[in-house]
């Protein structure tokens, strides 16, 4: 199962949110399986059209994802996948 990490901003929003391992085979379903252990955490990821929001970015293995629209990008069982808010200020 892949290994699904979070920022500490996110779990500010959502104290109870662990590292969780999701057995989805895609990162859609990855996210769903998310949203079913911590009820509303998708809507801080994910825009109403089901795209990654701007603020948000999902690395697969150090590697930032691609796809930020359908969420289509590959990842192995042992992946670790990294959900973090970007950045910004001045």
Do not use: C, W
């Amino acid at each position: 199962m892949a290994l699904v990490k979070f920022t500490y901003a996110l779990k500010r929003f959502f104290p109870k949110l662990t590292d969780t391992e999701a057995g989805g085979k895609t990162l859609r379903a990855v996210i769903d399986e998310i949203e079913a252990r911590y009820p509303g955490v998708t809507r801080y990821v994910l825009d109403d059209q089901g795209r990654l929001r701007q603020h948000v970015n999902i690395f697969i293995d150090g590697v930032m994802i691609k796809d930020r629209n359908a969420l289509t990008d590959p990842f192995r069982d042992n992946s670790e996948i990294y959900i973090m808010q970007a950045l910004s200020g001045g």
